[in-house]
């Protein structure tokens, strides 16, 4: 039996908070997985005191990337999904001047925030970003769990317990693929279309119902998010002092055209003239909006990370609004399917953890995702939205990840820009080729970003220690 685990389109898009999905997602559901894990050992009414160890890279840009407050979040025991986000800055300043934490909501402990939360350099062994929960029980004794956060908000612990029934559901599939050949060839097989095949596995482990609703949910958090980002000035927190732009961006873009909420916003925008420096500058407002939204701690749909959401909103809101006026939920489903189905061969065949693989593996596989799910749409075979995908991601191997002040900022924020452009000029070389002459097949650029990972120098890992992360000061900001 092939040890591959199933990747459904909802792990690769999925609704989270900003601004990192390794750091801030992660450990939030990490902290949930925990109280989980003390409920369910009979231990959680026994706690007396917890304290909390980051690691690794989760320590070197865990206050920029707010690892901190996410996981006093999931403590707290708060959802992403489903918390008012409006209210996180009076969660945590409630916290810091009290003392008290209300553990899962329901028990009150002694807590400081500054020294019940342990920023480490030192890495553990399993993966660069490691984070261990301890108690101490009422009968004095302790009791600790470590988590490791992979990349993308998947949250895992050492001995991998659920990873043989997602092999089983992986064996279930009607169509498993771990490589993007034999997804391919399935296609020839049953004369379908990627998104259709992708469809098919998802049947296997949710109702078409389930995935309509899902999705629809994931695209409404992503229209939102751009929608949110147009229409908010000011500037950044965290104290870099970015300005956010695409408000100013959207109000020229967008000019008199009147709307009034965001269901009016997409007919409004397909009223604009669009030229080329036009398009440019809308799918970048999109891009840019996403990320400011998801920098100051907002909602966004992780794809595949919280640090390149923007990329992949961006591609499928520039085929809505300018390449297809007709577009509906159909064309969203499509696109979104064949997007996790892109994301989740990097993740099986490389990583989407910046920390494991620099930026590549964030915008890289973004833009890879955005490059696929626009190919199809624009009616291409199989084999040019492979194409596609793999020319995206051939142009970003070798992107380190070096954030300023360890915030998700610059460069993050107009990478995604750059990536969502990317795939489009990716998805229109592909459109015009002959794929079955492709020279660089997606599973060689997959193993070849793994391979530039592997090389990669440590600093270069959401790190913050190397690259524009040390030639900018702060103080220059
Ligand atoms: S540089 Fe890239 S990988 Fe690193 S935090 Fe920014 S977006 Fe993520």
Same mark, same amino acid.
């Given at each position: 039996m092939r040890k591959i685990e199933c990747i459904s389109v909802f792990d690769m898009l999925k609704v989270g908070v900003g601004p990192s999905s390794s750091h801030t997602l992660g450990p939030w559901r990490a902290a949930q997985r925990w109280i989980a894990e003390l409920k369910q050992k009979e231990r959680f009414n026994e706690v007396e005191k917890i304290h909390v160890d980051l690691y690794g890279s989760l320590s070197l840009t865990g206050k920029g990337h707010a690892t901190d407050i996410a996981t006093i979040l999931g403590l707290l025991g708060h959802d992403p999904v489903t918390m008012d986000i409006s209210i996180i800055e009076s969660e945590i300043e409630r916290l810091k001047h009290s003392g008290r934490l209300l553990l899962n909501g329901e028990r009150e402990l002694d807590f400081s925030f500054n020294e019940d939360i342990k920023f480490n350099r030192k890495f553990l062994e399993f993966h660069p970003n490691g984070i261990t929960f301890r108690a101490i029980l009422k009968n004095g004794k302790k009791t600790s769990s470590s988590f490791y956060s992979i990349g993308g908000g998947f949250v895992v612990k050492k001995?991998?317990?659920n990873a043989s029934k997602k092999m089983k559901n992986f064996q279930e599939f009607p169509f498993p693929v771990e490589k993007a050949t034999e997804l391919v060839q399935y296609c020839k097989a049953e004369n379908k279309r990627i998104s259709d095949i992708v469809l098919e596995n998802e049947r296997s482990l949710r109702s078409d119902e389930e995935i309509d609703t899902g999705l629809k949910q994931i695209w409404q958090v992503m229209l939102e998010s751009m929608y949110i980002g147009c229409h908010t000035e000011g500037t950044l927190p965290g104290g870099l002092n970015v300005k956010r732009r695409s408000f100013e961006m959207h109000q020229r873009l967008i000019g008199d055209t009147e709307y009034s909420s965001v269901e009016d916003w997409i007919p409004a925008i397909r009223k604009t003239e669009v030229k080329f420096r036009q398009i440019l500058k809308w799918v970048s407002c999109f891009a840019l909006s996403v990320n400011e939204v998801n920098a100051s701690l907002g909602r966004v749909v992780t794809a595949p990370t919280n640090g390149s959401a923007g990329t992949v909103p961006a591609v499928l809101m520039y085929y809505m609004v300018i390449e297809n006026h007709q577009a509906s939920f159909d064309e969203i489903k499509r696109f979104m399917l064949v997007a996790g189905e892109i994301g989740s061969l990097f993740k099986k065949g490389a990583t989407i953890s910046a920390a494991m693989g620099g930026c590549q593996a964030e915008i890289g596989v973004s833009s890879a995702m955005a490059a696929g799910g626009l190919t199809e749409l624009l009616g291409g075979t199989p084999e040019q939205v492979l194409m596609a995908s793999e020319i995206a991601m051939e142009h970003h191997l070798g992107l380190t990840c070096d954030p300023i002040g360890g915030? /998700?900022? /610059?460069?993050?924020i107009e990478r995604n820009a750059m990536g969502a452009i990317k795939a489009i000029n990716a998805a229109e070389i592909a459109m015009e080729s002959d794929a079955s002459r492709a020279k660089v097949p997606l599973d060689k650029v997959i193993e070849t970003m793994w391979e530039t990972a592997k090389d990669m120098n440590k600093k270069y890992k959401e790190t913050s220690e190397g690259g524009l992360a040390v030639k900018v000061n702060l103080s220059d900001c």
């Open positions: 001995e991998r317990k915030l /998700v900022q /610059v460069p993050c």
